[in-house]
C-alpha cells in the first residue's frame, strides 16, 4: 500500500515537472498542466452504475451512527425500483424537479439515483431550512415531488401552504414513523412487483440538467445552478487523473471516505458522494456532526481519506477527544468550501504527528465543484493547488484584460464542469458568463509562473481603505497566526476618513484572556498601515454556512449596525 502510494506521488510529481513548463499561453492563459482526459457521454446514473459488477458485494454506504449499510448491489436494485416507482406512480416526466431536504443518510446516494434513473433532475435543500426558504426554492425549481425526514414535514407543510402547492412528500421512515398524509419510503423500496422496464423510456442525455443547486445566496437572493450530466461526469473523470486521491477498489482493497460535508452542498454531492461511488469506495455517512458521535465514528471506521471544511478541520486538530490512533490509515484531507490557513494545517499534522497529505481545493458550485487541487506530496499550503484536467483559468482587470503571473485580479475558469447556466436568470448569466465560455467566478486570485492558484479573498467582500483594497482572508489567517486565538473573521465597517476600515470578530483559545490591545499589536507587525486592523470583538463562534465561509453578512448586521 505504501509503495504504490509513494509511486503514485512521484508519477504525480514527473508528470506535473513535464508539463508545468508549459501552463501559460502566449496569450495570458493558464492551462491545467495535466494531461487532457475524454468525457463519456453517460448520464450521472448510468456513469455511477455502470461499474457495479466489480463491486457489488461491497458495501458502498453506511450510517456512522447507526451502522444501517447498504452493497453496491442494493444500491443498484433500491435505485432502480424507486425510479421505476417514481415513473409509473408518481407520473414523473424528463426534466421534473424533484427536491430532496435530507441530511446525509444511507439512503441519500439511493435516491438522488432513483430520481435521475427515473429521468427527474435532483435539486437539494438544506434540512434546517425555514419554510419561507423552502417555499421559494419550490417556487423557483417548479418542484414536483419532495423526499425529506419526519422531522423536516411540518416546514414542507407550511412551505407548500405559502406555495399554494399540492406536492407528494415522500419520508425517511427506514427507522420512525411517518405522519399522516405522507407517503413512505419504505413501503415505495419494498413493492418490488414494480415494471423495471418504464425506465426504458427515459429519454436524457449528457447535455440534460441532471441537478440543480441553488446558491448560498450570501451576495443576492439564491441563483438556480444547473449542472448537466456532462457536468457532473466531467468532474468525477478530473478527479480520477494524476490528482487521484484514493487506491482503487479490489477484491482485497477498498478504501473508506468520510461522509461528513451535506450531501445538499456540491462539494459533499460530487466529491464525496458521486465521485466516490463511481469509483468503488465506501462511505460512512454522518447525518449531523456531534462531537461525541463524530469520534466514535472514527473510532469504528478507519478511514482513508476526509474531505472537510475548515471547521471541522479545526475540530479535528483542537478537540481533545481526538487522537493521532483515530487517523492511523487516513493518507489525505482536502480542504474545501473556504481557505483554510497554514496554522490550522500545521496544528492538524502536529496532532496526527506524521506526515499526512494537506491539500486545498477550490471551486464553486457552478463548476461542479472542484477547479483546482494540491496533488499529493504538494506543500504549498497557502494555495489551492493547480487547475485540474481540461480546466482553463486566466486572471483579468478592471478592465477585462489579461494579467501576468503573480498578478491580482478576477479569476476566470473553463472547462466542461463550468454550469450549463443560472435557471431562468438571464441577467444573471449575462455577468457571470462571458465570450467564448468563460465564467466570472468573483473571487481575486493570482497565478504563480508554474501554474499555482492563490485566492486573495471575495470581490465583493473586499475592505475599501482610501485608495487600496483590503482582503478580509488575509487578516484572518494573520489573526490566527496568534498563539491564542482559535478562529477570526475581518468585516469592514464605516469610516469618515478612510471609508471603510477592518474590524475583527475573534474566538479565543480555553482559557485564554488576551486582551484585543494585544491582539492589535501582533497583526499590525505584521501587515502594512492600511491593513491594521481598528477594533476587536470576542464572540465564542464565528457564524458560518455549511461549506465552512464566513457569514460576514450575518456579522455586520448582527454586530456593527
Known amino acids: 500500500m505504501f509503495v504504490s ?174 405522519q399522516d398524509g405522507t407517503i413512505s419510503y419504505k413501503e415505495i423500496i419494498n413493492n418490488t412487483n414494480v415494471d423495471l ?63 461528513i460535508i451535506p450531501m445538499y452542498h456540491s462539494y459533499g454531492l460530487t466529491v464525496v458522494a458521486l465521485h466516490k461511488l463511481a469509483v468503488g469506495l465506501k462511505l460512512v455517512t454522518m447525518p449531523k456532526f456531534k462531537p461525541e458521535t463524530f469520534v466514535k465514528a472514527l473510532e469504528k471506521h478507519s478511514i482513508d481519506s476526509f474531505y472537510l471544511a475548515p471547521p471541522l478541520m479545526l475540530f479535528l486538530s483542537s478537540y481533545p477527544g481526538v487522537k493521532a490512533k483515530h487517523m492511523e490509515r487516513c493518507r489525505s484531507v482536502t480542504i474545501g468550501g473556504a481557505p483554510l490557513p497554514k496554522a490550522d494545517i500545521e496544528a492538524f499534522l502536529n496532532k496526527v504527528e506524521r506526515d499526512v497529505h494537506v491539500g486545498q481545493a477550490y471551486g464553486l458550485t457552478e463548476t461542479s465543484p472542484i477547479a483546482t487541487l494540491a496533488p499529493l506530496g504538494f506543500k504549498n499550503y497557502t494555495s489551492v493547488g493547480y487547475a485540474i484536467p481540461n480546466v482553463e483559468l486566466r486572471i483579468i482587470d478592471s478592465e477585462s484584460n489579461n494579467l501576468g503571473p503573480n498578478e491580482v485580479g478576477e479569476l476566470l475558469i473553463k472547462g466542461p464542469n ?94 485564554k484572556n488576551t486582551s484585543d490591545n494585544d491582539i492589535l499589536a501582533f497583526v499590525s507587525k505584521r501587515v502594512a498601515p492600511y491593513k491594521r486592523i481598528k477594533e476587536i470583538a470576542f464572540l465564542n463562534e464565528i457564524p458560518k454556512n455549511p461549506s465552512g465561509k464566513i457569514m460576514r453578512r450575518t456579522l455586520v448586521e448582527k454586530y456593527c449596525s
Open 5 to 178: 502510494r509513494f509511486e503514485k506521488i512521484v508519477e504525480c510529481r514527473i508528470v506535473s515537472f513535464l508539463r508545468r513548463n508549459h501552463v501559460w499561453t502566449k496569450n495570458r492563459i493558464v492551462k491545467s498542466p495535466y494531461r487532457d482526459i475524454e468525457i463519456p457521454n453517460f448520464s450521472v446514473s448510468e456513469y455511477i452504475l455502470s461499474n457495479i459488477h466489480k463491486w457489488e458485494n461491497k458495501t458502498a454506504v453506511v450510517c456512522g451512527v447507526t451502522d444501517r449499510h447498504y452493497t453496491y448491489g442494493q444500491l443498484y436494485k433500491h435505485s432502480r425500483i424507486l425510479g421505476a416507482h417514481l415513473r409509473r406512480n408518481f407520473k414523473l416526466q424528463d426534466g421534473d424537479a424533484v427536491a430532496v431536504m435530507m441530511p446525509n443518510l444511507p439512503e441519500y446516494p439511493i435516491t438522488l439515483l432513483g430520481i435521475l434513473s427515473a429521468g427527474g433532475v435532483v435539486t437539494t435543500l438544506n434540512p434546517v431550512y425555514t419554510s419561507y426558504e423552502v417555499q421559494r426554492q419550490i417556487a423557483m425549481s417548479d418542484t414536483k415531488l419532495i423526499f425529506t425526514i419526519p422531522e423536516v414535514v411540518p416546514v414542507i407543510q407550511e412551505a407548500l401552504c405559502l406555495a399554494k402547492k399540492n406536492i407528494p412528500i415522500i419520508v425517511m421512515d427506514v427507522e420512525n414513523n411517518r
Open 197 to 259: 422496464s418504464i425506465l426504458k423510456e427515459i429519454k436524457r442525455d449528457s447535455e440534460d440538467v441532471s441537478f440543480l443547486l441553488y446558491s448560498s445566496g450570501t451576495t443576492g437572493l439564491p441563483k438556480g445552478v444547473e449542472l448537466t450530466n456532462r457536468n457532473i461526469v466531467a468532474n468525477c473523470k478530473q478527479q480520477d487523473t494524476e490528482l487521484r486521491m484514493y487506491d482503487f477498489t479490489t477484491e482485497t482493497n477498498q478504501d473508506t471516505v468520510l461522509a
Open 418 to 511: 463550468v454550469m450549463k447556466g443560472y435557471k431562468n436568470n438571464p441577467e444573471a448569466n449575462k455577468q457571470a458568463l462571458v465570450e467564448d465560455g468563460w465564467f466570472r467566478s468573483g473571487d481575486l486570485a493570482s497565478i504563480s509562473d508554474d501554474g499555482v492558484l492563490t485566492i486573495a479573498d471575495r470581490l465583493k467582500e473586499l475592505i475599501k481603505v482610501n485608495a487600496y483594497q483590503v482582503a478580509p482572508a488575509e487578516l484572518e489567517s494573520v489573526l490566527k497566526e496568534h498563539p491564542d486565538v482559535f478562529d477570526a473573521a475581518v468585516v469592514p465597517i464605516p469610516d469618515p476618513i478612510t471609508g471603510e476600515k477592518p474590524k475583527a470578530f475573534v474566538v479565543l483559545k480555553d482559557n
